[in-house]
Nanobody, 124 residues
Framework: QVQLVESGGGLVQAGGSLRLSCATS????????VGWFRQAPGKEREFVAA????????SYADSVKGRFTISRDNAVKIVYLQMNSLKPEDTAVYYC?????????????????WGQGTQVTVSS
């Protein structure tokens, strides 16, 4: 079992930065790939980024490549999403999610455990 709690969301101006954190608990975390997803009002949940259990493998949505960076610290069981050059279209509730396997994935149904989400609002 893995529990996930997101933090770090907030209101920021376009061009600014935020760092989201996903604190996890559960003995299987170090073997789990973790992803970030987001959902804007009236839209479907979409993939943002994912990281393998070791941190050696990452995947990003085209819309965030070069602006967002996912990382993890298995010693403290936290996954981070550094978001730079934020745009108004990045506004959404951001969720972290964990798989039962080590490799990254980009589809929401491939993730078993989910956090409650944190709101990110980017003003123009």
């Amino acid at each position: 079992q893995v529990q996930l709690v997101e933090s770090g969301g907030g209101l920021v101006q376009a061009g600014g930065s935020l760092r989201l954190s996903c604190a996890t608990s559960g003995r299987t975390f170090s073997w789990s790939a973790v992803g970030w997803f987001r959902q804007a009002p009236g839209k479907e949940r979409e993939f943002v980024a994912a990281i393998s259990w070791s941190g050696g493998g990452t995947s990003y949505a085209d819309s965030v490549k070069g602006r967002f960076t996912i990382s993890r610290d298995n010693a403290v069981k936290i996954v981070y999403l550094q978001m730079n050059s934020l745009k108004p279209e990045d506004t959404a509730v951001y969720y972290c999610a964990a798989r039962d396997t080590m490799v990254v994935a980009s589809r929401a149904y491939e993730y078993k455990y989910w956090g409650q989400g944190t709101q990110v609002t980017v003003s123009s």
